[in-house]
C-alpha cells in the first residue's frame, strides 16, 4: 500500500480472532492468537500463544533460532535456564530470552499454583541464528511509561517518539501496551518498514476506524511513504478501558521452516539443532531445585 505525505496514517489490513486449543498436557488452557501456519504473512512474528498453567507447565526444553517474549497476565511465572538464570516475574512483567544457537529452560507457574502468560515469538534473520544466548527481564516496575489524557504507553522495546523501552533485540522491533480510556484517543507512531499487530487484551477499541474486540488481534501491513508513519486508537464507549498489545518489525523476508521448539531457514539446519541437541551441544539438562522463596 503507497502512503506519501508528512502525516501518514496506517489503515488495519485484517482482523483475526483467537483460536482456542484447550487443555493439554501441560497446561489447563490455550489459545492460540497467531498461527505459524502463514509465516509470511506474520513475518518478523512467528507465534503469539496464550496459556494458562500451574502443574506441570513447560518443564526443561530447547529453543534455538528465535526469541521468545513471554508476558506476565496473571500469577506468578517461575523461569530458569541452563546457563544460571532463575527467578520469579509478576503480573506485568515482560521477559525477553534470546535462544540464539542454543538454550534449554523452563516456564512454571510459582509453587505450581497459577500462571497465565502470552508468549511471543519473534524470528531472527539466518546471520543471527546462531548468536548467544541471552535473558532479559523487563519488569513493569522499571519500564517507562508515557502518560497522557486518558492515555497510557508503557515502552518495551524500539522507540516511541523520544522514548525508548529497555529490551534489546536483534533485529529491530518495536512493543508496547497501550491503555486507553473510553472515548479517549491515541496516536500510535509506527516505522513505515514495519509490519504491526495489535492484541486487544480487554475492552474495544477502533484502530483506524476498524472496531476491533478483546481476544481479537489486527495486523496493518508495511507502506511506502514517510520513516514514521501513524495509526489512530480510538477506544469505544463504555466501562472500561481498552488494553492493548503491540509489536512491530520489519519483514526478514526468509525461508521459514519450524521443526518442534527449533525455527531455522531450512530442514538441514532443524536436523542439525535436533543432533546438537540430543549429542549435548546445548550444554546438559539442569538439575536446578524449584524457587522456594520470591
Not at 506519501?4 to 485484517?14: E, F, K, L, V
Not at 512474528?45 to 513471554?70: A, I, K, N, Y
Not at 529452560?105 to 546462531?130: C, D, F, G, I, S
Amino acid at each position: 500500500m503507497a502512503v506519501t505525505g508528512a502525516d501518514a496514517r496506517r489503515r488495519i489490513d485484517r482482523v483475526q480472532d483467537k483460536l482456542h486449543l484447550g487443555p493439554d498436557a501441560q497446561v489447563d488452557d490455550k489459545n492460540v492468537i497467531i498461527t505459524p501456519l502463514r509465516p509470511e504473512w506474520t513475518d518478523p512474528f512467528l507465534l503469539l500463544s496464550e496459556d494458562w498453567f500451574s502443574s506441570p507447565g513447560f518443564e526443561w526444553h530447547p529453543h534455538r533460532g528465535v526469541e521468545t517474549v513471554t508476558t506476565v497476565v496473571d500469577g506468578v511465572l517461575e523461569h530458569g535456564d541452563n546457563i544460571g538464570h532463575a527467578g520469579a516475574l509478576v503480573a506485568g512483567d515482560v521477559q525477553w530470552m534470546t535462544a540464539g544457537r542454543g538454550i534449554i529452560h523452563r516456564e512454571l507457574a510459582y509453587r505450581n499454583e497459577r500462571a497465565h502468560t502470552l508468549q511471543l515469538w519473534v524470528n531472527l534473520p539466518a546471520e543471527k541464528k546462531m548468536v548467544e544466548t541471552r535473558y532479559q527481564d523487563l519488569l513493569a516496575a522499571s519500564r517507562p511509561v508515557i502518560e497522557g489524557e486518558g492515555t497510557r504507553v508503557e515502552v518495551v522495546a524500539g522507540r516511541v517518539g523520544d522514548v525508548r523501552g529497555p529490551a534489546l533485540t536483534h533485529w529491530p522491533i518495536a512493543g508496547a501496551l497501550l491503555t486507553v480510556e473510553p472515548g479517549r484517543r491515541l496516536r500510535h507512531p509506527l516505522p513505515d518498514r514495519d509490519r504491526t499487530f495489535f492484541y486487544v487484551l480487554s475492552g474495544r477499541i477502533f484502530l483506524a476506524g476498524r472496531l476491533v474486540r478483546a481476544g481479537q488481534v489486527a495486523w496493518s501491513d508495511p507502506i511506502t511513504g514517510p520513516d514514521v508513519s501513524t495509526i489512530e486508537l480510538v477506544a469505544a464507549d463504555g466501562d472500561s478501558a481498552a488494553v492493548v498489545m503491540t509489536y512491530s518489525g520489519e519483514p526478514i523476508g526468509e525461508p521459514v521452516v519450524f521443526g518442534g521448539p527449533f525455527v531455522m531457514n531450512d530442514n538441514a539446519e532443524i536436523d542439525r539443532a535436533y543432533r546438537d541437541f540430543e549429542r549435548g551441544g546445548f550444554g546438559p539438562v539442569p538439575r536446578q531445585a524449584r524457587l522456594q522463596h520470591l
